[in-house]
């Protein structure tokens, strides 16, 4: 057992310190030291250093006893059970980088009005198709985006149309082109093939158009809808292509497939084309496949009508609309007395935000979305984390939250994590034992590596929920409209800023009010500026209020003897509580060999997510200002792990230099390879795809192996700096 301070002393104090620090070797402990820059104390956090002191010997002497057990049992490799001493977890609350002040530049937001007083019935549709309007999809007036864009496609325009997430851009393309298919003269047969395509970047989205697309069928049986998105057998698909589909949604990818493989598929009777959540198809390195797609369309068909749909209108965008629509009409529904980029005030001090010269930058976000930032140091990323989900999905009611990680490696361990410590009936005694435990947190997932069919099930499970949380990759960021989420949680920054307002745009869809919440790490700071540079406000949340929320609970209250009295209040009641967590945390992290390897496999690749952000924004998010033992704690890992070391660097070094000459021009296709993994056809190495597991399974297996995820890119190609034997006062950081 490790020396407390405090209890022993003279020569048998000394030979506890060695024993300590011979422990420390053995198990790799390795210095806590910031780098020398950031070794202030977190200022709200800094109570006299002498009661410091006190608290923290009390809690390690009480916490040991109560949350982390002497020893071990941990799986040997070889069947038989060996019994490990406990590494106490270290201070979360020391040496962690000063939090600067914000420096938030207040900008106006773009703004669009979401409804008009305009009815449907004024449109001049089919009555059936008005009554199911208002009876089935029991809606009655129209959007901004619909009231402009529905009569322009009735007219036969193409169309190029932009307008803010949860708009209801879907009935915007979906009613013009179901009123002019059931118009057709010769009434269609099911036999004809598709007379419309509406392509989407992901499957869920793919499902949800079917969804829309069917329910506005229902008066006309005679046309038949039908999707393609792949996770399903190629050779059913192929029979429903032969029986006939006449407005087909696919994802790219599984068209591309289809056309080269399937016989049965023609396009001479398409007369309209939709491309949904364009900039995203783009994004996804799907311009190939579109250009396959209008290849084999244009052979088949001269005349048709095409639409191209986005909420951000980036240059991509424009570039696909340049090849595949025809002299289109551009509708905005940006309200143009908001559209203004000049600062009005700034909030704090500092240098003004470049303006926004290319308006094609510029996103308009709902107003009823609150926006927030917070700055949390790496060491409490994980309490801080932990703590907003239970402040909001435990203790208040009815709350939505969806939590955006990077990658898939990334969402299964949190997953697991949370469900083992979180999830009240399932974890460990300390939190079992909660009063709150009434109210039972529901955790779900969503990545590209898990199996279509359950994909599917938590997608439709989290829309039906009233409550809950749903932690996921970018594969939900894009056009999946779930029902009342009240929160987005972006865990880790999104590569660019209309990633985050597609991200953001998950809540507060047509007209509801929502917020979210994006965590940075104090040297992320700036993030706040370049979004600012893009029209976008955030206010700023503090990190100690989130904390705070653990002083509700008595189950993260720090257990002390009966003759000690309870001397924390107000900020270090929170240290403590927050360390009681982090502690719960760890413990599980370490309680086996498989659960630290998760925890390290996930850290590699946030690593790996974080050597991707593109280079405009590597001066905010670059490896080197990682702290890797900081960066460790909020894996629930007690120590940097030694795999990511010096040696493995110079085994590495002779492949870097050939690596980087070739780096620049692969890096864009690599990302875009890596980006696909999540929206995949569905046909590639089903064998790489997380099995459909029980919560029990899940918890068992190991997360990270499966397969790929957003921005999660192989080992990093720069590795992390040894840490043993480096002086205290050295920082642990990457080496390059
Ligand atoms: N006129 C309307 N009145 C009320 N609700 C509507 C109306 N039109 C669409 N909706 C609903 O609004 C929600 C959002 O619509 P939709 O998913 O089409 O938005 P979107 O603009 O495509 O969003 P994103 O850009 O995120 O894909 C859906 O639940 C839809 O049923």
Same mark, same amino acid.
């Given at each position: 057992?490790?020396?407390?301070?405090?209890?022993?002393?003279?020569?048998?104090?000394?030979?506890?310190?060695?024993?300590?620090?011979?422990?420390?070797?053995?198990?790799?402990?390795?210095?806590?030291?910031?780098?020398?820059?950031?070794?202030?104390?977190?200022?709200?956090?800094?109570?006299?250093?002498?009661?410091?002191?006190?608290?923290?010997?009390?809690?390690?002497?009480?916490?040991?006893?109560?949350?982390?057990?002497?020893?071990?049992?941990?799986?040997?490799?070889?069947?038989?059970?060996?019994?490990?001493?406990?590494?106490?977890?270290?201070?979360?609350?020391?040496?962690?980088?000063?939090?600067?002040?914000?420096?938030?530049?207040?900008?106006?937001?773009?703004?669009?009005?979401?409804?008009?007083?305009?009815?449907?019935?004024?449109?001049?549709?089919?009555?059936? *198709?008005?009554?199911?309007?208002?009876?089935?999809?029991?809606?009655? &007036?129209?959007?901004? !985006? #619909? +009231?402009?864009?529905? %009569?322009?496609?009735?007219?036969?325009?193409?169309?190029?149309?932009?307008?803010?997430?949860?708009?209801?851009?879907?009935?915007?393309?979906?009613?013009?082109?179901?009123?002019?298919?059931?118009?057709?003269?010769?009434?269609?047969?099911?036999?004809?093939?598709?007379?419309? *395509?509406?392509?989407v970047p992901t499957r869920e989205l793919a499902l949800q &158009?079917f969804d829309? !697309? #069917? +329910?506005?069928?229902? %008066?006309?049986?005679?046309?038949?809808?039908?999707v393609l998105m792949g996770g399903e057998k190629?050779?059913?698909?192929?029979?429903?292509?032969?029986?006939?589909?006449?407005?087909?949604?696919?994802t790219?990818g599984r068209?591309?497939?289809?056309?080269?493989?399937?016989?049965?598929?023609?396009?001479?009777?398409?007369?309209?084309?939709?491309?949904?959540?364009?900039?995203?198809?783009?994004?996804?390195?799907?311009?190939?496949?579109?250009?396959?797609?209008?290849?084999?369309?244009?052979?088949?068909?001269?005349?048709?009508?095409?639409?191209?749909?986005?909420?951000?209108?980036?240059?991509?965008?424009?570039?696909?609309?340049?090849?595949?629509?025809?002299?289109?009409?551009?509708?905005?529904?940006?309200?143009?007395?908001?559209?203004?980029?000049?600062?009005?005030?700034?909030?704090?001090?500092?240098?003004?935000?470049?303006?926004?010269?290319?308006?094609?930058?510029?996103?308009?976000?709902?107003?009823?979305?609150?926006?927030?930032?917070?700055?949390?140091?790496?060491?409490?990323?994980?309490?801080?984390?932990?703590?907003?989900?239970?402040?909001?999905?435990?203790?208040?009611?009815?709350?939505?939250?969806i939590?955006?990680f990077?990658?898939c490696?990334?969402v299964e361990?949190?997953y697991?994590?949370?469900?083992?410590?979180?999830?009240?009936?399932?974890?460990?005694?300390?939190?079992?034992?909660?009063?709150?435990?009434?109210?039972?947190?529901?955790f779900l997932r969503l990545h590209g590596n898990m199996e279509q069919e359950e994909r599917t099930a938590v997608f439709q499970e989290f829309s039906c929920s009233?409550?809950?949380?749903l932690l996921c990759t970018d594969v939900a960021a894009r056009g999946l409209d779930l029902?009342?989420?009240?929160?987005?949680?972006?865990?880790?920054?999104?590569?660019?800023?209309?990633?985050?307002?597609?991200?953001?745009?998950?809540?507060?869809?047509?007209?509801?009010?929502?917020?979210?919440?994006?965590?940075?790490?104090?040297?992320?700071?700036?993030?706040?500026?370049?979004?600012?540079?893009?029209?976008?406000?955030?206010?700023?949340?503090?990190?100690?209020?989130?904390?705070?929320?653990?002083?509700?609970?008595?189950?993260?209250?720090?257990?002390?003897?009966?003759?000690?009295?309870?001397?924390?209040?107000?900020?270090?009641?929170?240290?403590?509580?927050?360390?009681?967590?982090?502690?719960?945390?760890?413990?599980?992290?370490?309680?086996?060999?498989?659960?630290?390897?998760?925890?390290?496999?996930?850290?590699?690749?946030?690593?790996?997510?974080?050597?991707?952000?593109?280079?405009?924004?590597?001066?905010?998010?670059?490896?080197?200002?990682?702290?890797?033992?900081?960066?460790?704690?909020?894996?629930?890992?007690?120590?940097?792990?030694?795999?990511?070391?010096?040696?493995?660097?110079?085994?590495?070094?002779?492949?870097?230099?050939?690596?980087?000459?070739?780096?620049?021009?692969?890096?864009?296709?690599?990302?875009?390879?890596?980006?696909?993994s999540e929206y995949s056809s569905g046909l590639e190495?089903a064998?790489a795809k997380v099995r459909n597991r029980?919560?029990?399974?899940a918890?068992?297996?190991?997360p990270?192996?499966r397969g790929?995820g957003k921005?999660?890119?192989?080992?990093?190609?720069?590795?992390?700096?040894?840490?043993?034997?480096?002086?205290?006062?050295?920082?642990?950081?990457?080496?390059?």
């Amino acid at each position: 057992m490790a020396a407390t301070p405090g209890t022993c002393s003279g020569p048998p104090q000394a030979r506890a310190r060695r024993r300590a620090k011979a422990t420390k070797r053995k198990h790799g402990v390795s210095s806590d030291a910031p780098p020398a820059k950031r070794r202030n104390e977190m200022s709200f956090l800094s109570a006299k250093k002498t009661s410091e002191k006190e608290t923290q010997r009390t809690f390690k002497v009480k916490s040991h006893k109560k949350f982390s057990p002497k020893k071990y049992s941990v799986n040997a490799g070889d069947g038989k059970q060996e019994e490990k001493p406990c590494i106490k977890t270290s201070s979360l609350f020391k040496n962690n980088p000063e939090i600067p002040e914000l420096d938030r530049p207040v900008v106006k937001q773009a703004r669009e009005q979401v409804f008009t007083p305009e009815a449907f019935h004024e449109l001049g549709l089919h009555p059936h *198709l008005i009554s199911t309007i208002n009876t089935v999809l029991k809606v009655s &007036s129209m959007t901004s !985006v #619909q +009231k402009q864009s529905i %009569p322009v496609l009735l007219k036969g325009r193409d169309a190029l149309v932009r307008s803010q997430t949860g708009s209801g851009k879907t009935l915007a393309y979906c009613i013009p082109m179901v009123q002019s298919l059931q118009a057709v003269k010769s009434k269609i047969q099911r036999s004809d093939g598709p007379y419309a *395509l509406v392509l989407v970047p992901t499957r869920e989205l793919a499902l949800q &158009s079917f969804d829309t !697309v #069917q +329910k506005l069928l229902k %008066p006309f049986t005679w046309i038949v809808p039908g999707v393609l998105m792949g996770g399903e057998k190629r050779k059913s698909e192929k029979a429903r292509l032969r029986k006939g589909i006449n407005i087909l949604i696919s994802t790219p990818g599984r068209l591309v497939d289809h056309i080269k493989s399937t016989k049965n598929i023609h396009f001479s009777r398409i007369q309209w084309l939709v491309l949904d959540e364009a900039d995203r198809i783009l994004d996804l390195g799907f311009e190939k496949d579109i250009t396959v797609i209008l290849n084999a369309i244009n052979t088949q068909c001269h005349k048709r009508q095409n639409v191209l749909l986005s909420a951000t209108l980036t240059e991509g965008v424009t570039r696909l609309a340049d090849i595949s629509l025809h002299n289109p009409v551009s509708i905005s529904v940006l309200d143009k007395s908001h559209d203004q980029s000049t600062p009005k005030g700034r909030a704090g001090q500092g240098v003004a935000p470049p303006q926004t010269s290319d308006r094609l930058d510029s996103f308009a976000i709902p107003e009823s979305l609150e926006q927030h930032v917070t700055l949390v140091p790496s060491k409490l990323r994980l309490v801080c984390l932990a703590a907003f989900i239970l402040q909001k999905c435990k203790f208040e009611k009815d709350q939505k939250m969806i939590v955006f990680f990077s990658s898939c490696e990334l969402v299964e361990f949190h997953y697991n994590l949370f469900l083992q410590t979180l999830s009240s009936s399932e974890g460990p005694p300390t939190l079992r034992q909660a009063p709150s435990a009434s109210t039972r947190l529901k955790f779900l997932r969503l990545h590209g590596n898990m199996e279509q069919e359950e994909r599917t099930a938590v997608f439709q499970e989290f829309s039906c929920s009233r409550a809950g949380v749903l932690l996921c990759t970018d594969v939900a960021a894009r056009g999946l409209d779930l029902p009342q989420v009240t929160w987005i949680v972006q865990y880790n920054a999104p590569s660019s800023p209309a990633e985050y307002i597609h991200r953001i745009g998950r809540t507060a869809r047509i007209g509801c009010h929502g917020s979210s919440l994006l965590i940075l790490a104090p040297s992320e700071a700036e993030y706040v500026n370049s979004l600012a540079s893009h029209k976008i406000n955030v206010s700023e949340m503090k990190m100690e209020d989130i904390l705070s929320i653990l002083t509700i609970d008595d189950c993260f209250k720090v257990r002390r003897r009966e003759n000690q009295k309870s001397q924390a209040v107000g900020p270090q009641e929170i240290r403590e509580r927050a360390t009681v967590l982090q502690t719960v945390f760890e413990d599980y992290v370490h309680s086996s060999e498989r659960t630290v390897s998760w925890a390290k496999k996930a850290l590699q690749s946030f690593i790996g997510a974080y050597a991707a952000y593109p280079r405009e924004l590597k001066h905010i998010f670059h490896v080197r200002s990682l702290h890797l033992g900081h960066v460790a704690k909020s894996f629930g890992l007690r120590d940097a792990p030694r795999n990511l070391s010096v040696s493995a660097v110079k085994r590495r070094k002779g492949k870097l230099k050939r690596l980087d000459l070739r780096k620049k021009t692969q890096s864009q296709q690599h990302l875009a390879q890596v980006l696909r993994s999540e929206y995949s056809s569905g046909l590639e190495a089903a064998g790489a795809k997380v099995r459909n597991r029980s919560t029990q399974e899940a918890s068992s297996q190991h997360p990270a192996s499966r397969g790929r995820g957003k921005r999660q890119v192989p080992p990093p190609p720069r590795t992390i700096g040894a840490r043993r034997g480096q002086r205290k006062d050295k920082p642990s950081q990457m080496v390059f």
